[in-house]
């Protein structure tokens, strides 16, 4: 649990002292649509096919945190250093620091605890490298929907 509060403290932390490009209006969607997300990935990973879990496996509260406070700046922060105007190969290396970045992360929150609090059913580190990507791409394009919608 103090990995968990600590991840979380430094996430928005990070977040709302580095964020130069991100919105209000922007960050609100963003963060909204990550704690949708998540949740519904995570019924199906977590709840019925009891993949992963965060604390202890099945809803929890302790756990709440994970999923409003955790993940979403953390996308916020990816959005905000993305580099748009730049080369594909510079976004395919952004994609990839932050893939290293995000399975580091994988790796200390599965600490013993109290410094971890996430824990693996059948899903491996593996998984996770490949679904990543995945969904930083859908972040990436909700968040240029959002830019198009705003413009409109």
């Known amino acids: 649990m103090i990995g968990l509060i600590l991840a979380v403290?430094?996430?928005?932390?990070?977040?709302?002292?580095?964020?130069?490009?991100?919105?209000?209006n922007q960050m609100v969607?963003?963060?909204?649509?990550?704690i949708s997300f998540q949740v519904i990935f995570d019924v199906f990973?977590?709840?019925?096919?009891?993949?992963?879990?965060?604390?202890?496996q099945g809803i929890d509260?302790?756990?709440?945190?994970?999923?409003?406070?955790?993940?979403?700046?953390?996308?916020?922060?990816f959005l905000n250093w993305f580099p748009?105007?730049?080369?594909?190969?510079?976004?395919?290396?952004y994609f990839i620091k932050w893939e290293v970045v995000l399975l580091i992360y994988e790796c200390i929150a599965q600490l013993p605890s109290p410094y971890g609090y996430f824990h693996y059913g059948w899903w491996k580190l593996w998984h996770s490298a490949l679904i990543n990507p995945i969904l930083l791409l859908i972040l990436l394009g909700f968040y240029k929907w959002i830019r198009i919608i705003?413009?409109?």
């Open 84 to 93: 748009f105007k730049q080369k594909l190969r510079k976004k395919i290396f």
């Open 9 to 24: 403290l430094l996430a928005n932390f990070i977040a709302f002292t580095a964020n130069k490009k991100i919105t209000l």
């Open 150 to 152: 705003e413009v409109k």
């Open 61 to 77: 509260w302790e756990a709440f945190p994970a999923y409003v406070v955790l993940i979403p700046p953390v996308n916020i922060l």
């Open 29 to 34: 969607h963003i963060w909204l649509f990550t």
């Open 45 to 56: 990973i977590d709840l019925k096919y009891h993949g992963y879990w965060y604390i202890s």
